[in-house]
């Protein structure tokens, strides 16, 4: 079977608010697996279209962007892989999740290096493509609407000071109150991650990452400062039971593109630290 058989408990109405509508992509060569994302994307709201392999998928996009685009790493005609860049250079902004099967993980992992947002391992549970999908196109709106808020704040703020005939140039209005929820927000040091909205905050400085990036940061924190073994890493941030060793190949990534994030330089990490042998901790 292509989807577990995982019973689904699904609120339709509630899922239909969140989708807002928007445009799915997939283009993968197994039709079982295009039926049933597509059903499940569809009862939720999303619109979806399907491509049964690279070629048509290119077609599709041709016409324009999706908000989201599955895509799968092997097809019988072109690879996931070597349509990506074309994709990546069409449409930057796009977010494209990889779907592989576990045997394909490292160029799953590559992808993931040259653009791709996150990857998927087949067999797929419904629930956790849609925690994926709603997670990546709400981080894809955040930055955009934190913007429109901002630039709202900061004209309101403008227009008072001229009122009061006082300098705009900085205000502490313009941070927003620490929140206070314990349920809601988990906090370290300077580290400020709120659960609801997924995002995350480093000195009151919004730090934009990948749902699984997020994810990641969330069990580094809950552990913190103790270090968190590598398969305890990706069970806790992915729901994977690994072996020890590809546990470690996969965080080992999500590791590195967190230090992008977190670090001034990654090359020399002082926030998220490596412990030989064992995992990573994090220090702040």
Known sequence: MILTTKAVIIDVEEE?????????????????????????????????????????????????????????????????????????????????????????????????????????????????ILMRTRDVLAEQS??????????????????????????????????????TDPARFLRRGGLSLDLHTRHAAMNNQFVSLSPSNFDYLVTLVRHAPDAVPYQTLVRESQGYDLSRAEAREISRWQIHELRKALEEDPHKPHIVLTVRDVGYRLIA
């Open 142 to 179: 955040q930055p955009k609407r934190r913007r429109e808020i901002t630039t709202q704040i900061q004209n309101l703020l403008a227009e008072l000071h001229q009122i009061e005939g006082t300098e705009a140039a900085s205000d502490p209005m313009l941070n927003a109150l620490p929140p």
């Open 16 to 128: 239909n608010m969140m989708s807002n509508g928007n445009t799915i992509l997939i283009i993968d060569d197994e039709i079982n697996l295009r039926r049933s994302l597509s059903l499940i994307l569809q009862r939720t709201g999303y619109k979806v279209t399907c491509a049964g392999n690279a070629q048509e998928g290119l077609q599709f996009l041709d016409s324009g962007p999706y908000d989201l685009t599955f895509l799968d790493i092997k097809m019988p005609d072109r690879s996931g892989m070597s349509i990506l860049p074309e994709i990546r250079r069409q449409y930057p902004e796009m977010p494209v999740l990889i779907l592989t099967a576990h045997a394909s993980l490292d160029t799953a992992i590559e992808a993931v290096r040259q653009g791709a947002r996150d990857y998927l391992l087949k067999p797929i549970d419904p629930q956790q």
